[in-house]
């Protein structure tokens, strides 16, 4: 269990990191208008410069990453409901998403921020929670088909 816990995070690191680099360069290519914004003006402002600011963006990246890889072991809990499995995951991913967002600036400083950043959070996990589960229900219905057709 530690072997796979150090592996996700680990993983989830170096994702993290890939993520939030690739996140920049497309949010650059829409709003930068030619330029390539590294991070929010907000966060270069708050930390005093752009190399401090995008340093410290990257460790919030990796730690967001590390969070989603280790809590990815939730799934493997094969005697927890779906439910409890979901809520747990949703917990822990909001516990490290709402922080790192709030620090790196990427949601407003204010309540009605707060709320939007939360409201396409969970539109977000929604969307990928549903198209994982049905991906899966339709992978369990086929090996079920095949089964019974083979016994």
């Given at each position: ?12 690191m170096i994702s993290g ?135």
């Amino acid at each position: 269990m530690k072997k796979q816990l150090f592996r996700r995070s680990f993983c989830g690191m170096i994702s993290g990191i890939a993520i939030g680099y690739l996140i920049t360069v497309i949010l650059s290519l829409f709003w930068g208008e030619g330029e390539y914004l590294p991070c929010m003006p907000q966060l270069i402002d708050t930390m005093g410069n752009e190399a401090s600011a995008v340093a410290f963006q990257t460790g919030l990246s990796a730690l967001l990453g590390i969070a989603f890889g280790a809590g990815s072991l939730i799934w493997n809990q094969e005697d927890w409901s779906l439910f409890k499995q979901t809520a747990l995951y949703l917990l822990l991913s909001s516990a490290a998403m709402f922080p790192v967002a709030w620090l790196a600036h990427w949601m407003e400083h204010s309540l009605s921020g707060f709320l939007s950043y939360a409201a396409v959070f969970l539109a977000i996990f929604l969307i990928a929670w549903l198209s994982q589960y049905l991906f899966w229900r339709r992978r369990v219905r086929k090996l079920d088909e095949t089964i019974r057709k083979n016994f």
